[in-house]
Structures are given as C-alpha cells and as structure tokens.
C-alpha cells in the first residue's frame, strides 16, 4: 500500500505531460492536467496513508 | 529563465552578488529554528548536522551537481541533452563541463546563477535534517544531502533555471513565460519539504510520540528564542534571496526590485498575523512555534511569487499561508502521525506549492497558471518517488534511524560525546514509561 502510492503518482504526471502533447486547446489540456494532479494527490493520499505508523509501534 | 538572457548590467551585477553573499542568512536562521524546535540533548547534533550538511551539498554539487546542471555553457556552447517528442525538444539534463570547467570564462551571469545554485542546494539540503530531529543519524543526514545535491537538485535546477524542459513551456508550448520560480520554491523549498517527507517515512516518529492509547505526545522545542531570533535572520537572508532571484531568473529592472522586498515582507508578515489570530481563536493564547512556522511559510511562498506579484497579493497569499500552517501542522499531526518536529512539510512544501500555484493565479500572461500546475506535478509525481526511492536505496546502506539507546540519551551524548549544556541534568522522560 505504501508503495503502490508512490507508484501512482508518476502516472499522475505522465497525465499531466500528455496532456501537453495531445492537446492543443487550452480548456482540454487544462482538464488534463488538473486530472493528473488528481491522481498525484490519490497516490499521496495511499502513500500518506500506508506509512501511517501503527498505534504504540513507536513505544521501545 | 532561458539561455539566451540579456547581457546584465554592471550595476545589476554588483547588485546581485552583494545581495548572494547576503543570502545564507536565510540558511543561518532556518538552521536556528530546526535547532530550537529540537530538543536540548540534540541540540548540537542539529546544529552541527547542518552545518556539515551545507559543507556537504557544495562539495557534492562542484564535484558532479554542477555539470547535471548545466548552468554553465558547455564546450558546445549550450549545456543540455535534449530529446524531441511530438516535434518539440525536451531539454532534460545538463551537459556543462565537469568540476566547474570554465566557470571563470563564463559570462558573468552564468557565474551569478551558480552561485545562486550552490546556495539553493544547501538550503534543500538542509531542510529534511530538522525533520530527523532527535532520531536522524549525522551521518546518514550528510549522505542524504549528498544524494540531493548529485541528483536529484540538479536535474529539478537544470529544468527550471537552466534552459530546461519547464522553463521552456512557454517557448514550445505556448505556455506564459514557462514554469517560473525566481526564488526557488521550487528547487530549493518543495525539494527540501518533500525530502523531509520522504525521511520521516523512512526513519519514522520519534520514540514515544504516538503512544497506544490517546493524543499524539507534544515534545516541544527546547529554545524558543533561537526559533524566533531565526526567524529575524531569514527575513534578512529571504529579502537578499528573493531580490537576487529577481535579478537573475527574471532580469528584473533595478525599479522593480524595492517591490520585490515590500512583498517578501509583506507575506510574511500576514502569515504571522493570520496564525497569531487563528492560534490565539483556537488556543486561547498565540502559539510562539506556528508562528514563526507561519512566518517560514510566508517567506517561503514568496520565493515563488514576490516578483511576479502586487502588494496587495502579496498580502492575500501570505494571509492563506498564515491559515493554512497551523491547521496543517495539527492534521499532519494527529490525523496523519506524521512526526515533524520543524514543520518542514507544511512550512516548506506546502508553502513552496502554494507561492507556485499564485504566482501562476496572479499572473497576467495567458498560459502561465498551467505552466506552474505542470511544475507542480512534477515535483508530486516526479520528485517525491525520485527521492523517497533514493532514500530508501540509501537507508539499506546507511541506516537513517539512531539505535534505541542513541535515541534514549540524545543524539548529542551519542554522536558527539558532549551536549550544548554541560551544566544540565538530563531528566528522566515522561514518555519512555
């Protein structure tokens, strides 16, 4: 889970930089991107998520 | 931002160079304020830390950054690898010449923007340190900075700043003037405030921080005067940054720059209010650490937008930013278990992101908004995988985490075999029990 995260988030940009290629009208290329922020911010959210430390695992 | 500047001005030299040997008081007072936010059986290891650290990053950047970034023009005359894709050329990484080749021979601006790099590496270097407080071993900290200023800042500094593929959005795709970042938010802050994310994963929270039962444990800072003194020395450091940047990225004229101060110090200054406000409406009393986080990120979301913004603006992002990092702080906190001890995530990365995505809002050139939120995904969907596996490759190496009984009596007894206040009995800690 942690690193599936991680993993999404250069999908995300990949998004964003196709959107730069493929599109040369300004309202879908935006569209785009903001749609590969989405997913960056779903792969940080994962990631934020799996690294949450379990309740007490810090305690020695 | 492109290779092909106009000539500067002997004025406008003087100028820039004066304010760079200004401009690591912005790395002194932060370095001030990580220390402070620590606790005292740290407080030389920090301090310490990060000096070793700026030591370390200007090395490793003169020996193999440098030519990655290729801000200096290589032997061709241009400094990049490009790749084409779509008919457009991707400029990718830097080519200049190895060791700092030709730096003397380099067009004085050329010379000007390294040394602005040098700088910005040891500040993104010097960032995640203060969040493996108490817990961060010296020597892993000074390999991390290590692989930052080989890496990973070179390649970020060659897309921005140096003829590379951000910088040139605006060219190849119609984009405003392409990703800006005068004060480097982006390279410097978003990069230190994500590499301080990747560490607290990889090292985890300090002993006793999350117990079993009940509320995050707050271990506050041991100095609050170092942290508010520091905050008086990046100010100083910020506006000698900010109008530099101004300077060099954006070849500013002399008569815009006094405006460029008057914003640093403005979104700052809002900042501070707007968390004195929120702190004292929540708390009942202001909180002296969040605000002078807030003030960090004040600073920092001007290094993205005090050139390219009005007063007023200035004051609006600053306000935001002020609201944003108390609020942020507590989430990170306790919803999250995201231990960060100098607020480096909020302050720096979420500081960092939000001066990139105004500078983007305010601007008047068609285009530019998309341009910053490409750079935005990159540093997201780029620069935090890069790094966190890096660090990750790193800490099977050259373990991050100080052993239980490093942690136990404090970094410094256990690093250094003294502490910074001789004369102190260490306590017995609540939290161990």
């Known amino acids: 889970m942690r690193y599936a995260g991680l993993l999404v988030m250069p999908a995300g940009f990949f998004l964003a930089i196709a959107a730069l290629v493929l599109f040369p009208a300004s309202a879908s290329r935006a569209a785009f991107v903001v749609c590969g922020l989405a997913v960056e911010a779903l792969g940080l959210g994962v990631a934020v998520r799996g690294h949450m430390p379990q309740r007490g695992a810090s305690r020695p | 931002m492109t290779p092909t500047a106009p000539a500067m001005t002997d004025a406008a030299f003087a100028l820039a160079l004066a304010l760079l040997l200004l401009a690591p008081l912005a790395i002194a007072g932060v370095a001030l304020i990580n220390t402070g936010l620590g606790r005292s059986r740290s407080a030389v290891q920090a301090l310490l830390g990060n000096l070793a650290i700026v030591a370390v990053a200007a090395i490793v950047f003169a020996l193999v950054g440098a030519t990655l970034a290729g801000t200096l023009p290589g032997a061709a005359g241009g400094?990049?690898?490009?790749?084409?894709?779509?008919?457009?050329?991707?400029?990718?990484?830097?080519?200049?010449?190895?060791?700092?080749?030709?730096?003397?021979?380099?067009?004085?601006?050329?010379?000007?923007?390294?040394?602005?790099?040098?700088?910005?590496?040891?500040?993104?270097?010097?960032?995640?340190?203060?969040?493996?407080?108490?817990?961060?071993?010296?020597?892993?900290?000074?390999?991390?900075?290590?692989?930052?200023?080989?890496?990973?800042?070179?390649?970020?500094?060659?897309?921005?700043?140096?003829?590379?593929?951000?910088?040139?959005?605006?060219?190849?795709?119609?984009?405003?003037?392409?990703?800006?970042?005068?004060?480097?938010?982006?390279?410097?802050?978003?990069?230190?405030?994500?590499?301080?994310?990747?560490?607290?994963?990889?090292?985890?929270?300090?002993?006793?921080?999350?117990?079993?039962?009940?509320l995050?444990?707050?271990?506050?800072?041991?100095?609050?005067?170092?942290?508010?003194?520091?905050?008086?020395?990046?100010?100083?450091?910020?506006?000698?940054?900010?109008?530099?940047?101004?300077?060099?990225?954006?070849?500013?004229?002399?008569?815009?720059?006094?405006?460029?101060?008057?914003?640093?110090?403005?979104?700052?200054?809002?900042?501070?209010?707007?968390?004195?406000?929120?702190?004292?409406?929540?708390?009942?009393?202001?909180?002296?650490?969040?605000?002078?986080?807030?003030?960090?990120?004040?600073?920092?979301?001007?290094?993205?937008?005090?050139?390219?913004?009005?007063?007023g603006e200035s004051l609006a992002v600053g306000f935001i930013a002020g609201i944003v990092t108390p609020l942020l702080v507590e989430v990170l906190e306790l919803a999250v278990s995201i231990d960060d001890p100098s607020g480096a995530i909020t302050v720096h990365a979420a500081g960092g992101l939000l001066g990139l995505f105004a500078a983007g809002l305010f601007a008047s050139q068609t285009g530019q908004l998309l341009a910053q939120l490409i750079g935005i995904a990159t540093l997201l969907g780029v620069v935090l995988p890069l790094v966190y596996l890096l660090f990750w490759l790193l800490n099977r190496v050259l373990a991050f985490r100080v052993d239980p009984d490093g942690e136990r009596i404090g970094m410094d007894l256990h690093e250094l075999g003294g502490g910074a206040y001789p004369e102190f009995v260490i306590h017995r800690d609540e939290s161990y029990r």
């Open chain 2, 79 to 214: 400094a990049g690898c490009i790749f084409h894709l779509a008919g457009k050329p991707w400029n990718w990484i830097g080519a200049s010449p190895f060791l700092l080749g030709g730096l003397a021979a380099a067009p004085a601006q050329s010379q000007l923007a390294l040394l602005f790099e040098f700088l910005a590496v040891a500040f993104a270097a010097l960032i995640p340190w203060g969040s493996g407080a108490d817990r961060f071993r010296l020597t892993s900290g000074c390999a991390a900075a290590a692989v930052l200023a080989a890496i990973v800042f070179p390649l970020l500094a060659h897309w921005v700043w140096a003829g590379g593929w951000l910088s040139q959005l605006g060219v190849n795709f119609s984009l405003g003037a392409g990703f800006l970042d005068p004060g480097g938010a982006a390279t410097a802050h978003v990069l230190g405030g994500l590499s301080a994310l990747a560490v607290i994963w990889i090292a985890g929270p300090r002993k006793g921080k999350f117990p079993k039962e009940g």
């Open chain 2, 216 to 311: 995050a444990t707050a271990l506050p800072g041991h100095n609050a005067i170092y942290i508010l003194f520091g905050c008086f020395v990046s100010l100083v450091g910020w506006l000698a940054w900010n109008v530099a940047g101004a300077l060099i990225w954006l070849h500013a004229p002399l008569a815009a720059l006094p405006v460029t101060a008057v914003n640093t110090l403005l979104s700052a200054s809002a900042a501070l209010a707007a968390t004195f406000a929120v702190t004292r409406i929540r708390f009942g009393k202001p909180d002296a650490s969040l605000c002078a986080n807030a003030w960090l990120a004040g600073l920092v979301a001007s290094s993205a937008c005090a050139a390219l913004v009005t007063p």
